[in-house]
């Protein structure tokens, strides 16, 4: 079992390593991990914004502080689809060894090019609507992101660019080899906008949001598809490969966009629609870690050998955080087979019965806050639903430490025999010397 488990792995890390190395793959789910401060600046100061305390309300509106506490989110979630498009042209150069700023920068110009605009009351200024400079926009971002990022770094790989004679300054250089690229990607981009323009759509951004991205999210934020997402998540995980890196390297623009629907309709005072989303993951799946396995660790603080007892204390603060490496490598759970049950279902469960109980309406639809890696369990459930959501996820401690603890046990009882043997063959080998 355990050669065959070790082949097995090495194909699951082969097409995991491929999944994550490819080159558009790789440059959407860096760009978006890359936006992880402004999204959760953005989320901290939606829920001061819009926490639902009547008095702290009333306060910020005597005060006048609710004019101020509203901007951040504003300029940054509001606008998440401008960060994106840079941010993933960018990385997409860099990995292809080119300038990344000038890929963003040209990025950036073609989002805005094929981005609708409006007059003000004057009937002369014209200006951008938010409508697709949001979670609106972002599969149109994603999309411009990549096709400029192709072109720019193709173009300079074959060095079909303005060449400056030697002596001019690097900078210098670099702006004119970003010309003839910056070119041919803005005659393209106007080219596409005339297309669209002549539809029934308009523009863009509505044909992307119609044909493909409102049709993806529908598809993503469902609960069978989510259900899915875990058992493979976990799965990998069991073979040794990080699966949450891979599958939300694919998955991730769809949970983000849903989880930031959920954020601006919490802004507005309103509950957002979407059940999966964003905050789903950390707040009802990753419950102490991969397995939602803080029961499993509360059960080794309890445990009567050495070796489990040790690794528990050892692991309970990171666990508290979502960070179990130390229990999936260091027990291991990793080709464990007894352990592969508790460590699929548990998950499987949680996340099963937090969408029941949403649907029912005994849970609220989480705020789309996003919940970055540090912030303790019950904590990061309270942001974003309150504490109805911090109840559930203390009741699903105890459904783990009930679910692994049959497993555990014995596992603890073999290891308990195996250091009492070890402990008489130490003694015997000490009274024969």
């Given at each position: 079992?355990?050669?065959?488990?070790?082949?097995?792995?090495?194909?699951?890390?082969?097409?995991?390593?491929?999944?994550?190395?490819?080159?558009?793959?790789?440059?959407?789910?860096?760009?978006?991990?890359?936006?992880?401060?402004?999204?959760?600046?953005?989320?901290?100061?939606?829920?001061?914004?819009?926490?639902?305390?009547?008095?702290?309300?009333?306060?910020?509106?005597?005060?006048?502080?609710?004019?101020?506490?509203?901007?951040?989110?504003?300029?940054?979630?509001?606008?998440?689809?401008?960060?994106?498009?840079?941010?993933?042209?960018?990385?997409?150069?860099?990995?292809?060894?080119?300038?990344?700023?000038?890929?963003?920068?040209?990025?950036?110009?073609?989002?805005?090019?094929?981005?609708?605009?409006?007059?003000?009351?004057?009937?002369?200024?014209k200006a951008f609507g938010y409508s697709w400079l949001g979670a609106k926009?972002?599969?149109?971002a994603i999309i411009l992101a990549l096709i400029v990022g192709k072109i720019?770094?193709?173009?300079?790989?074959?060095?079909?660019?303005?060449?400056?004679?030697?002596?001019?300054?690097?900078?210098?250089?670099?702006?004119?080899?970003?010309?003839?690229?910056?070119?041919?990607?803005?005659?393209?981009?106007?080219?596409?906008?005339?297309?669209?323009?002549?539809?029934?759509?308009?523009?863009?951004?509505?044909?992307?949001?119609?044909?493909?991205?409102?049709?993806?999210?529908?598809?993503?934020?469902?609960?069978?598809?989510?259900?899915?997402?875990?058992?493979?998540?976990?799965?990998?995980?069991?073979?040794?490969?990080?699966?949450?890196?891979?599958?939300?390297?694919?998955?991730?623009?769809?949970?983000?966009?849903?989880?930031?629907?959920?954020?601006?309709?919490?802004?507005?005072?309103?509950?957002?629609?979407?059940?999966?989303?964003?905050?789903?993951?950390?707040?009802?799946?990753?419950?102490?870690?991969?397995?939602?396995?803080?029961?499993?660790?509360?059960?080794?603080?309890?445990?009567?050998?050495?070796?489990?007892?040790?690794?528990?204390?050892?692991?309970?603060?990171?666990?508290?955080?979502?960070?179990?490496?130390?229990?999936?490598?260091?027990?291991?759970?990793?080709?464990?087979?007894?352990?592969?049950?508790?460590?699929?279902?548990?998950?499987?469960?949680?996340?099963?019965?937090?969408?029941?109980?949403?649907?029912?309406?005994?849970?609220?639809?989480?705020?789309?806050?996003?919940?970055?890696?540090?912030?303790?369990?019950?904590?990061?459930?309270?942001?974003?639903?309150?504490?109805?959501?911090?109840?559930?996820?203390?009741?699903?401690?105890?459904?783990?430490?009930?679910?692994?603890?049959?497993?555990?046990?014995?596992?603890?009882?073999?290891?308990?025999?195996?250091?009492?043997?070890?402990?008489?063959k130490a003694a015997a080998t000490a009274a024969a010397n």
């Amino acid at each position: 079992m355990a050669a065959g488990g070790v082949e097995w792995r090495a194909k699951i890390q082969k097409v995991s390593t491929k999944i994550q190395k490819n080159t558009y793959i790789s440059a959407i789910s860096n760009g978006l991990m890359a936006l992880m401060p402004i999204l959760i600046l953005g989320a901290i100061f939606s829920l001061i914004n819009a926490l639902k305390l009547e008095p702290y309300q009333n306060f910020l509106e005597s005060t006048g502080l609710k004019t101020y506490t509203s901007i951040p989110a504003t300029i940054t979630t509001d606008l998440i689809a401008l960060y994106a498009v840079f941010s993933i042209a960018y990385n997409f150069a860099t990995q292809h060894k080119q300038q990344g700023f000038s890929a963003g920068i040209l990025a950036l110009m073609s989002f805005l090019l094929v981005t609708p605009k409006g007059l003000l009351e004057d009937g002369v200024t014209k200006a951008f609507g938010y409508s697709w400079l949001g979670a609106k926009g972002l599969f149109v971002a994603i999309i411009l992101a990549l096709i400029v990022g192709k072109i720019y770094t193709f173009v300079l790989e074959k060095k079909f660019y303005i060449k400056m004679p030697k002596g001019v300054p690097p900078t210098v250089e670099k702006s004119f080899a970003a010309l003839t690229p910056g070119f041919i990607i803005a005659v393209l981009v106007l080219v596409l906008t005339a297309i669209f323009g002549a539809t029934k759509y308009g523009n863009m951004h509505e044909f992307v949001f119609s044909i493909i991205q409102l049709p993806l999210t529908s598809l993503g934020g469902t609960w069978w598809a989510m259900l899915i997402c875990i058992f493979v998540i976990h799965l990998l995980w069991f073979f040794g490969v990080h699966g949450t890196l891979v599958v939300y390297s694919v998955v991730g623009p769809i949970w983000v966009a849903l989880g930031l629907e959920n954020l601006d309709a919490y802004q507005r005072g309103v509950e957002g629609t979407h059940i999966i989303g964003s905050p789903f993951f950390p707040v009802y799946v990753l419950i102490g870690g991969a397995g939602a396995t803080l029961g499993l660790i509360i059960a080794m603080l309890f445990a009567k050998s050495t070796r489990y007892k040790t690794l528990g204390k050892l692991a309970i603060v990171p666990s508290l955080i979502g960070v179990n490496e130390p229990v999936i490598f260091g027990m291991p759970l990793v080709l464990n087979v007894r352990f592969m049950i508790p460590f699929i279902v548990t998950p499987l469960v949680s996340s099963g019965l937090a969408i029941l109980l949403t649907t029912l309406g005994i849970l609220p639809v989480l705020h789309g806050i996003q919940v970055p890696l540090g912030i303790p369990v019950l904590v990061n459930g309270w942001m974003n639903g309150g504490w109805r959501v911090s109840a559930f996820q203390l009741v699903m401690i105890g459904a783990s430490f009930l679910i692994y603890y049959p497993f555990f046990k014995k596992a603890d009882a073999e290891a308990l025999e195996q250091e009492q043997q070890a402990e008489i063959k130490a003694a015997a080998t000490a009274a024969a010397n």
